[in-house]
Nanobody, 120 residues
């Protein structure tokens, strides 16, 4: 019903930048939030940044001031600008959307993930 496709992961040196993108397609009636989570080896998945249709944002404390989430109005597309990257940002980054696929059916959907590796 809803598919998410991520792009933009890769290998970057500490202090570098990356930009992740995510496109949601399918039968999306409306959504509550879109955003990014990450999971590092041996750790639980954690929220990184979320954005609502009204452009309200929420960030994990560990990324505030370094990462910026944005979205394109009229499109189910979200971006995450990652600046001043640290080795501890290394993880698989997952796109997420919490959406209504009809007026009454709500779901929580995930992309396959994109690897971000911060290393010298």
């Amino acid at each position: 019903q809803v598919q998410l496709e991520e792009s933009g992961g890769g290998l970057v040196q500490p202090g570098g930048s990356l930009r992740l993108g995510c496109v949601a397609s399918g039968s999306i009636f409306s959504f509550d939030s879109m955003g990014w989570y990450r999971q590092a080896p041996g750790k639980e998945r954690e929220m990184v940044a979320l954005i609502t249709p009204a452009h309200s944002t929420n960030y994990a404390d560990s990324v505030k001031g370094r990462f910026t989430i944005s979205k394109t109005d009229g499109e189910n597309t979200v971006y995450l600008q990652l600046n001043s990257l640290k080795p501890e940002d290394t993880a698989v980054y997952y796109c997420n959307i919490q959406a209504y696929v009809t007026a009454f059916k709500w779901g929580d959907y995930w992309g396959p993930g994109t690897q971000v590796t911060v290393s010298s």
